[in-house]
């Protein structure tokens, strides 16, 4: 498109329903595709970066409330696709406020064209702080946004096909947005380790940032065995963040299992911290409406440290003894516990609910977080979570040489 700022999108008359599982009805008005989309809402509360909340994986299968009420106003552009293939993996979009006119020098596209491209619809004019209240006082529910023709269907069957769509709980999505064959992100600069990151969603700063530090990515499919994890002879293994259900990944906790019994350093975010918890013995559950935002307040317990972090998640770790809260000042005895590979703590809590956000082996050779160091967007307090696995990596060099 030339010259995005210089042309204006005035709002089209066309008729658009949010639809929510309770048998709510939302009127408003719809953008980008036309037709229907169904999933399940879930808002965030980020008041930037929807480009990159649109094109993360671990929102396949999923209606995003926007809480910012002004959304589209940057457009849209090439650089900042969290996808690895810039395919946009909301399942629709529900703001109060649609820009009608792109302002920023980047922009290369407006949001409607964008998501009319890619069969993604949106639907505008909605209050979403009433919405948004709705998600917190009763929790995510399913739901579907049906625009046009759509939008004329009786309401009676419109809740029913909601109604009738398949749980979040129990899902198993990471094969559904996991690439299908394996490609290497390559380091800048020297290379000083080589990673296997297994995609369950992976987003694409993940390996910007190794790259920055030196480290070649091998991005491999969900599934991948240990066996062919072991012929890429990597120096330390990743896991992603992703969709879905993670007590459906039995398969993909056996793998890694494999790996902590080799001793072969490993970092997980997100789906990845989910995984490496249940590998280590402890519980996952579904929350009442999850974390997704930019502004998130985690404390890392054993320095006291607080980062405000960036998280899109639905599930969430059990700590240990099935308990789902902790505090900033939770003793150790109730965040230590025994594992088939050495002692384990929980060493991450979330300020404002008491969820389990990171946990690591007392050995310091596995460690994870629930939120996003990588940003994108959001804020840049966790980035030292990459030097420590750069430091792992160096250190675990360094004891196989000596």
Known sequence: MNNPAARSYPPEAIPAVLVLGDGSVYPGFGFGATGKNLGEAVFTTAMTGYQETMTDPSYH???????????????????????HDGRIWVAGLVIRDLAHRV???????SLPEVMQKQGIIGISGIDTRTLVRRLCNHGSVKA?????????????????????????AGADLASEVSVDKAYTVPAEGQTRHRVVAFDMGIKTATPRNFAR?????????????????QELQPDGVFISNGPGDPATADEMVATLREILAAKIPFFGICFG?????????????KMKFGHRGINVPVVHH??????ITSQNHGFALAAPGNTKILTADSPETDRAFSTDFGPALITHTCLNDGTVEGVALRSGLAYSVQYHPESAAGPHDAHP????????????????KA
């Open 273 to 285: 911290n989910q995984l490496l918890g249940r590998a280590l013995g402890l519980e996952t559950y």
């Open 213 to 229: 530090r030196g480290i070649e990515t091998v991005v491999v499919p969900a599934g991948t065995s240990f066996a062919e994890v």
């Open 302 to 307: 054993e320095s006291g440290k607080i980062d």
């Open 103 to 109: 302002s920023n020098w980047r922009a290369t596209s």
């Open 385 to 400: 979570l990459f030097d420590q696995f750069l430091a792992l990596l160096d250190q675990h060099d360094q004891e196989r």
């Open 61 to 83: 299968r999923q209606i995003v409330v926007a809480a910012a009420p002004h959304i589209g106003n940057t457009g849209w552009n090439e650089e900042d696709d969290e996808s």
């Open 144 to 168: 579907g946004i049906f625009s046009g023709a759509q939008a004329q269907r009786p309401h009676a069957e419109l809740i029913a096909e909601v109604q009738g769509q398949n749980d979040m």
